[in-house]
């Protein structure tokens, strides 16, 4: 009988045995990706331009919706923020379905959740958005980003309900759009990749982790006062941070200063047209870029919803 084990396909002479990790990989096999904080420099994001999917609408409440966006208005501002990321330097990057997308894709921080080693795919809470992670899964793989798992079988979980706090911890929250049987499964990623989970639940009536608590350094978090869980400003302030609470809660609902994206430590960009929250990011040295965008919070989003980070610079 031939000896098969001298040929490099059975072990032998010219096999090339994988020793690297997949965080090893990242930049050379895998695209350029990941994250492992909420505050370092931003270097690409993944977006969905609303288009033909907006035109037909009527009931805001049966898409989740505040009320109906204009078309083409939205569309405009869209690009108005995709502009605002490239003036800063930021990749961006598009999810295009084929057909008629659902009304809510361009939410694509709510689809996905970045890490070192690659992406986490979400899996949304609710009938009118299930299947709008395929969309990000494919441009994901085209993107030549990894996927680490899928949120699978009964689990909810929305990308927006978690948040990097250090290089080693994230906070997972449970509430209306992600479920306890998520956070097992991220819970149990995370502890392979030797990352601690922290997990708050949400107050009733609030959306996202991302509505209530945004990290805008390494020790500076802003937080929503009456929405935001008060183990996440315990945890923080336990860890050093500097929390401070948003002072106008009119402009927080109406135009959504706190749905904003860290581009580097202390400057972010936010939503125009909040005054008293902007002479408060003033007072306290946070640097701010804004965009016009208020066709776009009518669905209920604004600048942290509609982007799907996927890179940010890691040390």
């Given at each position: 009988?031939?000896?098969?084990?001298?040929?490099?396909?059975?072990?032998?002479?010219?096999?090339?045995?994988?020793?690297?990790?997949?965080?090893?990989?990242?930049?050379?096999?895998?695209?350029?990706?990941?994250?492992?904080?909420?505050?370092?420099?931003?270097?690409?994001?993944?977006?969905?331009?609303?288009?033909?999917?907006?035109?037909?609408?009527?009931?805001?409440?049966?898409?989740?919706?505040?009320?109906?966006?204009?078309t083409e208005?939205?569309?405009?501002?869209?690009?108005?923020?995709?502009?605002?990321?490239?003036?800063?330097?930021?990749?961006?990057?598009?999810?295009?379905?084929?057909?008629?997308?659902?009304?809510?894709?361009?939410?694509?921080?709510?689809?996905?959740?970045?890490?070192?080693?690659?992406?986490?795919?979400?899996?949304?809470?609710?009938?009118?958005?299930?299947?709008?992670?395929?969309?990000?899964?494919?441009?994901?793989?085209?993107?030549?980003?990894?996927?680490?798992?899928?949120?699978?079988?009964?689990?909810v979980f929305?990308?927006?309900?978690?948040?990097?706090?250090?290089?080693?911890?994230?906070?997972?929250?449970?509430?209306?759009?992600?479920?306890?049987?998520?956070?097992?499964?991220?819970?149990?990623?995370?502890?392979?990749?030797?990352?601690?989970?922290?997990?708050?639940?949400?107050?009733?009536?609030?959306?996202?982790?991302?509505?209530?608590?945004?990290?805008?350094?390494?020790?500076?978090?802003?937080?929503?006062?009456?929405?935001?869980?008060?183990?996440?400003?315990?945890?923080?302030?336990?860890?050093?941070?500097?929390?401070?609470?948003?002072?106008?809660?009119?402009?927080?609902?109406?135009?959504?200063?706190?749905?904003?994206?860290?581009?580097?430590?202390?400057?972010?960009?936010?939503?125009?047209?909040?005054?008293?929250?902007?002479?408060?990011?003033?007072?306290?040295?946070?640097?701010?870029?804004?965009?016009?965008?208020?066709?776009?919070?009518?669905?209920?989003?604004?600048?942290?919803?509609?982007?799907?980070?996927l890179g940010?610079?890691?040390?």
């Amino acid at each position: 009988m031939k000896d098969l084990s001298k040929h490099s396909a059975y072990g032998g002479k010219g096999w090339s045995p994988r020793t690297r990790t997949t965080r090893e990989e990242i930049g050379d096999l895998w695209a350029d990706c990941g994250i492992n904080t909420q505050y370092k420099p931003l270097k690409s994001v993944l977006l969905h331009r609303p288009g033909k999917e907006m035109g037909e609408l009527v009931d805001p409440d049966s898409v989740q919706m505040l009320a109906i966006p204009d078309t083409e208005q939205a569309s405009r501002q869209h690009d108005t923020l995709a502009e605002a990321y490239k003036a800063e330097g930021v990749e961006v990057h598009y999810v295009d379905p084929p057909g008629t997308p659902t009304p809510n894709q361009m939410f694509v921080a709510d689809l996905m959740f970045m890490t070192p080693e690659g992406a986490i795919l979400a899996r949304p809470a609710s009938t009118v958005r299930a299947g709008e992670e395929r969309w990000v899964a494919r441009r994901l793989a085209e993107l030549g980003i990894p996927i680490l798992e899928s949120i699978r079988g009964t689990g909810v979980f929305e990308g927006a309900d978690a948040a990097w706090i250090d290089e080693d911890t994230v906070m997972v929250a449970t509430g209306h759009r992600t479920n306890h049987e998520a956070l097992w499964q991220l819970t149990d990623l995370f502890e392979e990749m030797d990352v601690d989970v922290i997990h708050v639940g949400l107050p009733y009536g609030s959306m996202h982790l991302m509505g209530t608590l945004r990290i805008v350094d390494k020790d500076l978090a802003l937080c929503w006062p009456g929405r935001v869980p008060y183990d996440a400003v315990a945890e923080l302030r336990d860890r050093g941070f500097s929390v401070y609470f948003i002072p106008d809660l009119d402009e927080a609902v109406k135009g959504m200063p706190l749905n904003f994206v860290t581009l580097a430590p202390r400057r972010i960009l936010m939503p125009g047209g909040n005054p008293v929250t902007e002479a408060f990011y003033d007072d306290i040295g946070i640097e701010y870029r804004t965009v016009a965008i208020n066709e776009l919070i009518k669905a209920a989003g604004a600048v942290g919803c509609l982007s799907g980070i996927l890179g940010r610079e890691i040390n």
